[in-house]
């Protein structure tokens, strides 16, 4: 038998949640045999892949190494923990869940520092002042890094943070801290503030793909087959199905449609009794359905997708040009 296709996702809290209904969603079911204990799974009806339910981090890890084919988690965690990320890995597609931001975050209380400048004046005091540089606690050390060098700062320090890292200036520990957040409110509830410019990253779930990993012809297939799920799914997401038939339906009717609505046609243009079948972003429905019985229609019916399955798969070929 031959190696399996391996497959890492989160193995606790919402990321896992929502990573399973991802999947489920693209009709790909992830089930554990052993229960909600066991860390490695299967998908129905692809004999060959292992799911493995590891740490966000851990995956990002794996990913790196080629331990894994794909793996979901943060891209934060992948610009991170991987060294020269682009090459090592490929961002395949953004999950629409996991978001964060990644931030640069001070004390309410420094009224006059707004901006990454601000704060490069205020590096340069502090050190003249204190006889130290000004500590940043973070477990984003790379990210860190990266972006206080971009933007020409230098007069500091990098104070490791492991956990609750919202708390180190209130307990002394660091002046101020780059780390994630969603609402807000534990930087809020921390007396500390965003810089005006001080976003590093908006992070999302990202479908990840490995460079490293044993990338057999069946792996690519296997490959081909998950992403195919994904892509038709996505292609459903983004359109309804509207149905309609009259006798002026035609193809100038259709270009209006398509340039005033962004309709597609994807089984060409109405027929001779002037059935149509478009597909239409969400958005745009009650537009269109006015539209067209302006027009004539008596009857537009609309219904959800579940797939759409298109000869071209933009994920795989995405994934075939990064492992070139
Ligand atoms: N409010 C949030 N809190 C923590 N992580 C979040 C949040 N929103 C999104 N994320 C994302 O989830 C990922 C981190 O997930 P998680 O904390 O489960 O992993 P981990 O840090 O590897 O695990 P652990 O916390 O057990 O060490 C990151 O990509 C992060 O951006
Ligand atoms: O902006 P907010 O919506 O307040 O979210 C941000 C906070 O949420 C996360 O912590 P979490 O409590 O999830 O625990 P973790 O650090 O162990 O993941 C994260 O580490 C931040 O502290
Ligand atoms: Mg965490």
């Not at 790196?64 to 965690?77: C, K, N, P, Q």
């Not at 060294?83 to 009224?111: H, N, T």
């Not at 057999?216 to 195919?228: G, M, V």
Request: with cysteine; charged share 25%; proline share 3%.
């Amino acid at each position: 038998m031959s190696a399996p296709f391996v497959l890492a996702v989160p193995s606790k809290g919402r990321l896992q949640e929502n990573t399973e209904a991802f999947f489920a969603r693209a009709g790909l079911k992830l089930s554990k045999a052993g229960g909600a204990r066991d860390y490695r799974g299967t998908i129905a009806g692809l004999d060959n892949v292992e799911v493995a339910y590891l740490s966000a981090s851990e995956i990002a890890a794996q990913l790196s190494r080629g331990y894994a084919h794909f793996g979901v988690t943060g891209e934060d965690l992948v610009r991170d923990n991987i060294a020269d990320a682009e090459k090592r890995v490929s961002l395949i597609d953004g999950l629409g869940f996991g978001y964060a931001d990644v931030v640069v975050a001070v004390p309410q209380a420094w009224i006059d520092v707004r901006t990454m400048a601000d704060l490069d004046d205020v590096a340069t005091g502090f050190r003249e002042q204190h006889h130290m540089r000004m500590r940043v606690a973070t477990k984003f050390i790379n990210l860190t890094r990266a972006f206080f060098s971009q933007r020409g700062i230098s007069d500091y320090r990098i104070v490791e943070s492991a956990g609750a890292t919202e708390g180190a200036p209130a307990a002394g520990s660091a002046e101020l801290i780059v780390d994630i957040t969603t609402t807000g409110a534990t930087l809020a509830a921390n007396g500390l503030r965003v810089l005006d410019d001080g976003v590093i990253l908006r992070s999302q779930a990202n479908l990840v793909a490995s460079k490293d990993a044993d990338w057999s012809p069946q792996a690519r297939e296997t490959a081909r087959i998950i992403l195919d799920h994904i892509a038709a799914r996505a292609r459903a997401n983004k359109y309804r199905e509207v149905r309609t038939r009259f006798r002026q339906c035609d193809a100038t009717l259709l270009g209006e449609a398509h340039s005033r609505f962004g309709v597609e046609a994807p089984f060409g243009g109405p027929t001779s009794s002037g059935m149509l079948t478009l597909h239409c972003p969400p958005g745009q429905i009650y537009a269109l359905a006015s539209f067209l019985r302006e027009h004539g229609a008596e009857t537009v019916s609309v219904v959800s997708l579940d797939y759409v399955f298109d000869r071209e798969n933009p994920l795989f070929a995405k994934l075939e040009t990064f492992l070139r």
